[in-house]
């Protein structure tokens, strides 16, 4: 069981990038994905949520109305749209895999138990 997280890159305030994270060995249309973000000096952060049993998405305040998770069930593949970003979204981002059996809000670390291994967004002001 592997997540890859891929699609970082250096960008400038405002613009947009779609982070995608894959599975290979894992079906993530049956699990529950996480983003998180590790900015330099700081601890991981959660970002956003989708559930796998009722579809629902939920997003950090700090990404609220800019980003959006979505997924492409036929590419095995969810997506994180960031829109309008800031420099203070510069982070490493993960993605990650929760038993939706067991998860209950999706904002903790804890609750995953597959992690992709994180792809840098560096945001320029």
């Known amino acids: 069981v592997q997540l890859q997280a891929f699609g970082g890159g250096l960008v400038q305030a405002g613009e947009s990038l779609r982070l995608s994270c894959s599975g290979s060995?894992?079906?993530?249309?049956?699990?529950?994905i996480g983003w998180f973000r590790q900015a330099p000096g700081k601890e991981r952060e959660w970002v956003s949520y989708?559930?796998?049993?009722?579809?629902?998405?939920d997003y950090a305040d700090s990404v609220m109305g800019r980003f959006a998770i979505s997924e492409d069930v036929a590419e095995n593949t969810v997506y994180l749209q960031m829109n309008s970003l800031k420099p203070a979204d510069t982070a490493v981002y993960y993605c990650?895999?929760?038993?939706?059996?067991?998860?209950?809000?999706?904002?903790?670390?804890?609750?995953?138990?597959?992690w992709g291994q994180g792809t840098q967004v560096t945001v320029s002001s």
């Open positions: 990650a895999a929760a038993n939706p059996w067991t998860i209950v809000r999706g904002r903790q670390e804890h609750e995953y138990q597959s």
């Open positions: 060995g894992l079906t993530l249309e049956g699990w529950g």
């Open positions: 989708r559930g796998s049993r009722d579809g629902t998405t």
